[in-house]
T-cell receptor, first 114, second 114 residues
Framework: AQKVTQAQTEISVVEKEDVTLDCVYE???????LFWYKQPPSGELVFLIR????DEQNEISGRYSWNFQKSTSSFNFTITASQVVDSAVYFCALRGGNNRKLIWGLGTSLAVNP | NAGVTQTPKFQVLKTGQSMTLQCAQDMNHEYMSWYRQDPGMGLRLIHY???????DQGEVPNGYNVSRSTTEDFPLRLLSAAPSQTSVYFC?????????????FGPGTRLTVT
């Protein structure tokens, strides 16, 4: 069975703090894909990043970075020097092999306070 | 490219009424899907389609019908609306494996059934 767990339901930080959103996944597929999406208060779902199972290289994009570790089945997302505009719900998702369906975590609601 | 479009953005229905939520994409994507999002429950897959003329059920299909007569359009029909169908509905599309591996979402339809 496939599963995505985002243990943190809500996180509240003060602007400029660093924050890490956790994502733990379960899959028996040897090839799979992991995703992060952002849902700001306006409601749309915005794709942030995809990581392939065969590529464990961490990625940095501006203030965003992602740490993929197969050994712990985790794909964590760190925001450095958080800003109020980072306030959103963040979803982690998994897609296994040739399966087109996404398995979603329940999301982490991040509030960045000024 | 407009990406994925959904209409309407907001809708209020009375119990027992029927309606169709429209979804269209202009990216020539094979895969399209409908999700509903409810507080605390994340995104749940209603129906999906891997190409024109092919549809299948997701995890919460009851009360909904879909069809896929063209690659571009994937309407979702509520046969007899119930208050339990009050939710935000998202349509998504994804290309073939060589085209794209991530799903792109429409802006959502907020449906209230009274």
């Amino acid at each position: 069975a496939q599963k995505v767990t985002q243990a943190q339901t809500e996180i509240s930080v003060v602007e400029k703090e660093d924050v890490t959103l956790d994502c733990v996944y379960e899959t028996r597929d040897t090839t799979y894909y992991l995703f992060w999406y952002k849902q700001p208060p306006s409601g749309e779902l915005v794709f942030l990043i995809r990581r392939n199972s065969f590529d464990e290289q961490n990625e940095i994009s501006g203030r965003y970075s992602w740490n993929f570790q197969k050994s712990t089945s985790s794909f964590n997302f760190t925001i450095t020097a958080s800003q109020v505009v980072d306030s959103a719900v963040y979803f982690c998702a998994l897609r296994g092999g040739n399966n087109r369906k996404l398995i979603w975590g329940l999301g982490t609601s991040l509030a960045v306070n000024p | 490219n407009a990406g994925v479009t959904q209409t309407p953005k907001f809708q209020v229905l009375k119990t027992g009424q029927s309606m169709t939520l429209q979804c269209a994409q202009d990216m020539n994507h094979e895969y399209m899907s409908w999700y509903r999002q409810d507080p605390g429950m994340g995104l749940r897959l209603i129906h999906y389609s891997v190409g024109a003329g092919i549809t299948d059920q997701g995890e919460v299909p009851n009360g909904y019908n879909v069809s896929r007569s063209t690659t571009e359009d994937f309407p979702l029909r509520l046969l007899s609306a119930a208050p339990s169908q009050t939710s935000v509905y998202f349509c998504a599309s994804m290309g073939s494996p060589g085209q794209s591996l991530e799903q792109y979402f429409g802006p959502g339809t907020r449906l209230t059934v009274t």
